[in-house]
C-alpha cells in the first residue's frame, strides 16, 4: 500500500506570494495533519483535519490555512510568504480522530515532506 | 513554547558502542512516540507508548516510558552505522486533540 504522499517535493517562491500543498493520506486514514519543520528543529502543529472538519490548530498566523477533501486528501496554503515560512512542509495522516477514546492514541504517519524555499 | 526537551542534541558514537536517549517534560502525555528521521524523508515511527513504565523492545531498540508519562527514554545496543539519523520524540495529549508535541530530536551518529 502507498504511504502518505506529498507533492510538491520541492518549490521555490518569493516573498509576497502564495503557495498550495498538497497530501494524500494512506488509504482508509481520515484524519491529516500538517507540521512545519524549520532546519534544525522538530516539527511543528499547524493544523489537523477530520471528516473535511478542522479539529485542530497550533500557533501559526492566519495566512495558513487547510481544507480537507471528500476523499481524506488535504491542502494547505500559505499567503504572504515571509523568509521565515522556509521549511520542511510535513503531513501526517492517522486511522481515526482525536477524541475516539484509546484510539486517539493512533501513530501518526508521516510523508517524505515539501521542502519550501522562500527567496 | 517546547513542551519535550531532548538530550543529548548531538551524539557521535562507534559502532558497537550503546547509548541512550532521554526525552523529558514537566507535562503528562497520554502517549508518547518516537520517531527516527533521515535528510530529505519524513519521520518515521519506531515505537508508541502509551501505558505509564511501559517498556518495549524493537531489535536492538528498548523504549521506556515513565511511571508519570511524563518522560522517556530510547535505549540502543551496540549501534551499526544504520541506525544513523535524528531521532525524535513526540508526546499528544487529550487536550489537544492530541496533536503532536515534539521535541527538538537527537542527531545520532554512528561510524564504523
Known amino acids: 500500500d502507498a504511504g502518505v504522499t506529498q507533492s510538491p517535493t520541492h518549490l521555490i517562491k518569493t516573498r509576497g506570494q502564495h503557495v498550495t500543498l498538497r497530501c494524500s493520506p494512506i488509504s482508509g486514514h481520515k484524519s491529516v495533519s500538517w507540521y512545519q519543520q524549520v532546519l534544525g528543529q522538530g516539527p511543528q502543529f499547524i493544523f489537523q483535519y477530520y471528516e473535511k472538519e478542522e479539529r485542530g490548530r497550533g500557533n501559526f498566523p492566519d495566512r495558513f490555512s487547510a481544507r480537507q477533501f471528500p476523499n481524506y486528501s488535504s491542502e494547505l496554503n500559505v499567503n504572504a510568504l515571509l523568509l521565515g515560512d522556509s521549511a520542511l512542509y510535513l503531513c501526517a495522516s492517522s486511522l481515526r480522530s482525536p477524541g475516539q477514546g484509546i484510539l486517539s492514541n493512533q501513530p501518526q504517519h508521516f510523508g517524505d515532506g515539501t521542502r519550501l524555499s522562500i527567496l | ?112
Open chain 2, 1 to 112: 513554547t517546547q513542551l519535550l526537551e531532548q538530550s543529548p542534541q548531538f551524539l557521535s558514537i562507534q559502532e558497537g558502542e550503546n547509548l541512550t536517549v532521554y526525552c523529558n517534560s514537566s507535562s503528562v502525555f497520554s502517549s508518547l512516540q518516537w520517531y527516527r528521521q533521515e535528510p530529505g524523508e519524513g519521520p518515521v515511527l519506531l515505537v508508541t507508548v502509551v501505558t505509564g513504565g511501559e517498556v518495549k523492545k524493537l531489535k536492538r531498540l528498548t523504549f521506556q516510558f515513565g511511571d508519570a508519562r511524563k518522560d522517556s527514554s530510547l535505549h540502543i545496543t551496540a549501534a551499526q552505522p544504520g541506525d544513523t539519523g535524528l531521532y525524535l520524540c513526540a508526546g499528544a495529549q487529550s487536550n489537544s486533540g492530541y496533536a503532536l508535541n515534539f521535541g527538538k530530536g537527537t542527531s545520532l551518529l554512528v561510524t564504523p
